[in-house]
């Protein structure tokens, strides 16, 4: 069993910035893909950014420029970056832990509570 604890989320005015943290559990950590979801009011939860063991990001189009995705696996730690921050960017934003086991080859998906992130105009 993984768990992860967000934190970061704040309210901020258009323009501004935050950092989300993600502290995860787990001796594996490094082999982990991390991720950053974000569900808005009356939306489905959807993918902000994306981060593999090896480094490789993806990000939506509508962050692309302003978030940042990174780790520190000596903290079993995930940040979101966001800067430039815009009213639509408001939501309960969610760290996801994906975890494959090539031995048995299941995967599994873990989720954290959230964080809100209010951006006002």
């Known amino acids: 069993q993984v768990q992860l604890v967000e934190s970061g989320g704040a309210l901020v005015q258009a323009g501004g910035s935050l950092r989300l943290s993600c502290a995860a559990s787990?001796?594996?950590?490094?082999?982990?893909?991390m991720g950053w979801f974000r569900q808005a009011p009356g939306k489905q939860r959807e993918l902000v950014a994306g981060?593999?063991?090896?480094?490789?990001?993806n990000y939506a189009d509508s962050v692309k420029g302003r978030f940042s995705i990174s780790r520190d696996n000596a903290k079993n730690t995930v940040y979101l970056q966001m800067n430039s921050l815009k009213p639509e960017d408001t939501g309960v934003y969610y760290c996801?832990?994906?975890?494959?086991?090539?031995?048995?080859?299941?995967?599994?998906?873990?989720w954290g509570q959230g964080t809100q992130v209010t951006v006002s105009s």
């Open positions: 981060i593999t063991s090896r480094l490789r990001t």
């Open positions: 996801n832990a994906h975890i494959v086991v090539v031995a048995d080859r299941t995967e599994s998906d873990y």
């Open positions: 787990g001796r594996t950590f490094s082999s982990y893909g």
